[in-house]
Nanobody, 123 residues
Framework: VQLQASGGGLVQAGGSPRLSCAASGRTFSTLAIGWFRQAPGKEREFVAAITRNAGFTYYVDSVKGRFTISRDNAKSTVYLQMNSLKPEDTAVYYC?????????????????WGQGTLVTVSS
């Protein structure tokens, strides 16, 4: 599976960019997808995830109510709509995929990773 994340850039605080993660190489609908982020000097952390059929989503507390994960299986793409961005949201954002039914929040539980897209939030 190849994953390509895009949509990052320099954003002002309060902005609302949307990240995309395009997949290829495997039937997309068999994959659960997660978004992670890694800020400078910090460990990679879970942000959000969505099940194969989009029936269930899960978010880290710090982004609940601000970020929305969604997917379009026809386009083999997952999105992360980010609203009300804060400077502390600055990080490289990665999408990751795993086979299986359930959402997981640990990076080691994901089988495939994209290259990451940098989101920088200015105050």
């Amino acid at each position: 599976v190849q994953l390509q994340a895009s949509g990052g850039g320099l954003v002002q605080a309060g902005g609302s960019p949307r990240l995309s993660c395009a997949a290829s190489g495997r039937t997309f609908s068999t994959l659960a997808i997660g978004w992670f982020r890694q800020a400078p000097g910090k460990e990679r952390e879970f942000v959000a995830a969505i099940t194969r059929n989009a029936g269930f989503t899960y978010y880290v507390d710090s982004v609940k109510g601000r970020f929305t994960i969604s997917r379009d299986n026809a386009k083999s793409t997952v999105y992360l709509q980010m609203n009300s961005l804060k400077p502390e949201d600055t990080a490289v954002y990665y999408c990751a995929a795993r086979t299986g039914i359930y959402i997981r929040t640990q990076p080691l539980e994901y089988d495939y990773w994209g290259q990451g897209t940098l989101v920088t939030v200015s105050s």
